[in-house]
């Protein structure tokens, strides 16, 4: 034999020599989720070590979360039931906790990234996405409300708008709108393939936002697609995304390899609350390990062709960094 594919692994000074995927807490985005009040720290019941803070409780994890080397947050609101309606008209009130709260992160940490969710859902009385009127949700009805709220969030000092809900032409009209109020400035990194899945449950429990009737299958992508997620990505590419996401990703590395290769704009994936879940239960169960699994799958979603990843570990690898 002449060849012979284990001299490279001989010992950890070559394997990390020939280490093709580098993966670092740089490449991490860390979700938070924010609700209003005072002296709030209640754990997600799904999601270990995952809270729901208030802005006051909020401040000091964002400052553990920086001094272990992250920089980058994507922010969740849950909004009491109280202040829900059918046309999410909350995600844009003057006195929005969730926009208050973007402003007074931005002032205290300048040099952090901060990116948001553009979507009715938390704020909506249907608990969908967009606008519902006869069980149906409207396009192009949405646009205008999503502008708002995507203008809303600009002003208070968001660098990345993510939206989230997958109605057609949004990042044209949002990236437009934006331009022609001053916010050119201010990024998309667009769920452009977001498939409806299972894996979101974790999430919606988190947030209260689960829909309230139907399901996500007439704007979310059908996981048997990946052709669609190329004309999505298209789409997306053409109105002006600067970045382009696919959710989840464990399930979907194929569609983030297959965006990485034909675009050239960076690829992002959302390891969403589910994948996490399930790392989570099973090393409470001491079925696996918990460090070694989850470097494992935020790994192998770099290797696919992910430039960042959204992760809910984020602050558990960099600690493991350390
Ligand atoms: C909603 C939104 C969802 C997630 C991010 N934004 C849920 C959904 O579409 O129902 C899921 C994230 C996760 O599961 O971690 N616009």
Redesign the pocket.
């Known amino acids: 034999m002449r060849r012979r594919p284990r001299r490279n692994r001989s010992n950890q000074g070559v394997r990390s020599m020939v280490e093709e995927t580098k993966l670092s807490t740089e490449n991490l985005i860390y979700?938070l989720f924010i609700e209003d009040g005072v002296g709030v720290k209640t754990e997600i019941k799904s999601l270990k070590d995952n809270f729901r803070w208030s802005l006051d409780t909020l401040l000091p994890e964002i400052e553990a979360c920086v001094k272990l080397g992250l920089d980058k947050f994507v922010l969740?609101p849950a909004v009491k039931e109280s202040l829900k309606d059918s046309i999410a008209s909350y995600s844009y009130a003057q006195d929005n906790f969730y926009l208050n709260a973007i402003h007074k992160i931005k002032s205290e940490f300048p040099q952090l990234s901060l990116m948001s969710?553009v979507?009715?859902?938390?704020y909506s009385s249907d608990g969908h996405?967009g606008l519902v009127k006869n069980n149906r949700i409207l396009n192009d009805e949405t646009l205008p409300i999503l502008a708002k709220m995507a203008i809303a969030q600009a002003q208070a000092g968001i660098d990345i708008l993510?939206p989230?809900?997958m109605m057609d032409g949004r990042i044209g009209f949002l990236r437009d709108e934006l331009d022609a109020s001053g916010y050119s400035d201010t990024s998309i990194m667009s769920?452009t393939a977001?498939y409806a899945?299972a894996?979101?449950?974790?999430?919606?429990d988190a947030?209260d936002?689960?829909?309230k009737s139907g399901d996500?299958k007439t704007y979310?992508m059908n996981p048997a697609n990946k052709n669609e997620a190329l004309l999505e990505a298209e789409l997306d590419f053409q109105e002006g995304a600067d970045m382009m996401m696919v959710?989840?990703a464990t399930c979907y590395l194929d569609i983030i390899h297959v965006l990485k290769e034909n675009f050239d704009i960076p690829i992002t994936a959302?390891?969403?609350?589910?994948?996490?879940a399930m790392i989570y239960a099973a090393s409470e169960k001491g079925w696996l390990d918990y460090e070694t699994s989850m470097y494992e799958m935020l790994l192998s979603i770099r290797r696919a062709g992910a430039d960042g990843i959204?992760t809910?570990f984020a602050k558990d690898f960099a600690k493991f960094q350390q």
Not at 119 to 122: L, N, V
Not at 270 to 276: A, D, I, L, P, T
Request: charged share 25%; with cysteine.
């Open positions: 979700p969740f969710d979507a009715m859902d938390p996405d993510g989230s809900d769920y977001k899945s894996f979101y449950e974790p999430f919606r947030l936002s689960a829909p996500k979310q959710k989840p959302y390891n969403v609350s589910g994948e996490c959204l809910y």
